[in-house]
């Protein structure tokens, strides 16, 4: 399950449909926004390409008209709460996630009476009605330090298992509650894969990703969100990685680095992967399809996640 990094190369026809779009975002007013795991293509229209916490940042201070959104639908969920000024398009709104499907706001509320006094960290893998019945949002990059500076003793940490065990491992003196949920991708990375892949290329240094299972996580090299990987694999003297995460990580890893090397142990998310060149172009000329939020929803989301941006500003200052 090692799978070697290889550039992209663009055919003809994608050429010409990444010109058209460049040429519509200029007459639409509209700007891209693509996560780190979608198709390598799409890379070259994005006006920025990011992690979840980058993207969230980037969509509140969007000015453009349009935001198109490469991403699932949570993201572009976000997006429109966090910029109720700004039209949001998902080229595909089947784009789902399976994580954040295994958490509702009805579920929620009911945790949430078993265990008063907790404060309710939402991960942002999650949709708008679930973060509008929680505290403060995170994510993978920052879920550490925002536990970490919560006042509360008991933390209901939703929705995924692994990120939530590997919080509590770095935050001991919590009582961290996980909600039971998880991300199939990740969860079906094993230590037994990582184990050989580390045979295979030992000389590599291991990345993962703090949604993959503990076991995986304590094979590692280092832990982090896909924008950390790809600071990591910067900063590091290292010439080899082993990135266990979203399959479609290693391109961009291999764009932003192209003098290192980058192997996968990976799943593919095909959810992730179905917004096309093709997608897109359709959603900019018919304006489809459009992210809407009931702004009684999207007041209380936008309030958890300005918790978020606030609490990571007072500790970027004080570090």
């Known amino acids: 399950m090692c799978i070697i990094s290889r550039a992209v190369e663009l055919t003809q026809i994608q050429k010409t449909l990444i010109n058209r779009i460049r040429r519509l975002k200029k007459e639409k007013n509209a700007i891209i926004l693509c996560h780190n795991y979608q198709r390598p293509e799409i890379y070259e229209v994005a006006d920025f390409i990011g992690d979840s916490l980058e993207l969230c940042r980037k969509a509140a201070t969007v000015s453009a008209k349009i935001i198109v959104f490469s991403g699932v639908y949570f993201m572009a969920e976000s997006a429109a709460v966090l910029n109720p000024g700004v039209k949001v398009l998902i080229p595909d709104r089947s784009a789902g996630c399976a994580l954040s499907d295994m958490v509702t706001a009805k579920a929620l509320q009911r945790e949430k009476k078993k265990y008063p006094g907790a404060a ?34 008991k933390i209901l940490f939703i929705p995924d298992r692994n990120l939530a065990h590997f919080v509590a491992k770095q935050v001991p003196k919590k009582k961290i509650i996980p909600w039971d949920g998880y ?4 969860e079906r990375i094993t230590a037994e894969y990582l184990i050989e892949a580390k ?11 703090p949604e993959c299972p503990k076991d995986v996580l304590e094979i590692a090299d280092y832990v982090a969100s896909t924008s950390g990987m790809l600071r990591i694999a910067k900063e590091s003297e290292a010439k080899e990685f082993i990135c266990t995460t979203e399959c479609g990580m290693v391109q961009r890893l291999s764009r932003a680095l192209p003098h290192k090397k980058f192997y996968t142990v990976c799943s593919v998310c095909f959810d992730m992967k179905k917004i096309t060149l093709e997608s897109i172009e359709e959603s900019l000329i018919r304006g489809q399809y459009e992210v809407k939020v009931p702004e009684k929803i999207a007041k209380k989301a936008r309030a958890a996640f300005q918790r978020m941006f606030d609490m990571t500003e007072t500790l970027t200052t004080t570090c």
Do not use: F, G
Not at 132 to 144: F, G, K, L, R, Y
Not at 183 to 186: A, D, S, V, W
Not at 199 to 209: L, S
């Open 183 to 186: 991300c199939p991708i990740h």
């Open 199 to 209: 045979k295979q290329k030992p000389n590599a240094k291991v990345i993962a990703h």
């Open 120 to 153: 309710v960290v939402c991960y942002v893998n999650s949709s708008a009605e679930v973060k509008a019945e929680s505290d403060v949002c995170c994510t993978s990059s920052n879920a550490v330090e925002i536990v970490s500076a919560l006042p509360n003793k």
